[in-house]
């Protein structure tokens, strides 16, 4: 089945950076695209990045648009999102999303925490 795990979420200070990585398992990775989104307390989820299944195109939120970068490694079936300029506001949890066949799945999250 499809398992999307989010891990190198963790505690930063304002101004610091992280990389938050998804691992796939039970699809074809390289053939679709993949989503990060955030979850910030008492708000709706954003959708913060995406990129197309080859890596060629990728699109931000206007929030996030010049400090997050998002890419990919098919050879490792992972996503990753490079997180840099981190502020307060980014402080949420970040969950891995692909959608096959009208069917979106979901990772149990990572949480990122930005704080002095």
């Known amino acids: 089945q499809v398992q999307l795990v989010e891990s190198g979420g963790g505690l930063v200070q304002p101004g610091g950076s992280l990389r938050l990585s998804c691992a796939a398992s039970g699809f074809t990775f390289s053939s679709f695209a993949m989503n990060w989104y955030r979850q910030a307390p008492r708000k709706g989820r954003e959708l913060v990045a995406t990129i197309t299944s080859e890596g060629l195109r990728t699109t931000y939120a206007n929030s996030v648009k010049g400090r997050f970068t998002i890419s990919r490694d098919n050879t490792k079936n992972t996503v990753y999102l490079q997180m840099n300029s981190l502020q307060s506001e980014d402080t949420a949890v970040y969950l891995c999303?692909?959608?096959?066949?009208?069917?979106?799945?979901w990772g149990r999250g990572t949480q990122v925490t930005v704080s002095s």
């Open positions: 999303n692909t959608i096959i066949v009208l069917t979106s799945y």
